[in-house]
């Protein structure tokens, strides 16, 4: 198979899978807008943030996936995702929050990558 085929077949699939999260997350945060709210302010975060929240999330998520303003996009989600694994994710002595939390890091390299890269060419605007 071509090369050049394969890379964009590529970035394009990284693009939909990591987009996926965020739009999926900020769809469910409007459905579960009361629990997400009470979860938010119980570590200390104020829910008025919350439709901030599902905003970046949507639309920093659509525009990865269709490829629009990638770089800023993702380097957007980048450090959102990091926050919020430092938020919700650093107790450490549960099992769970640490794969939480060294998951949030893993999808931040990726955004990163994302960051550095581009869009590839398959995209609305392949030069960011």
Do not use: C
Request: aromatic letters at 10%.
């Amino acid at each position: 198979m071509n090369k050049e085929i394969v890379n964009n077949l590529s970035t394009l699939v990284g693009r939909i899978l990591i987009a996926i999260i965020f739009i999926m997350s900020g769809y469910n945060k409007i459905g579960g807008y009361e629990g997400t709210q009470g979860f938010m302010e119980s570590v200390g975060v104020p829910g008025l943030l919350l439709p901030a929240v599902i905003a970046v999330e949507l639309l920093a998520g659509i525009a990865v996936l269709v490829g629009y303003q990638t770089k800023i996009a993702a380097f957007l989600l980048a450090g959102f995702t990091l926050l919020t694994a430092i938020i919700f994710h650093s107790d450490f002595a549960q099992q769970m929050q640490m794969a939480l939390f060294m998951k949030n890091f893993a999808i931040s390299g990726g955004l990163l990558l994302l960051f550095v890269h581009g869009p590839g060419q398959w995209a609305v605007n392949s030069n960011n």
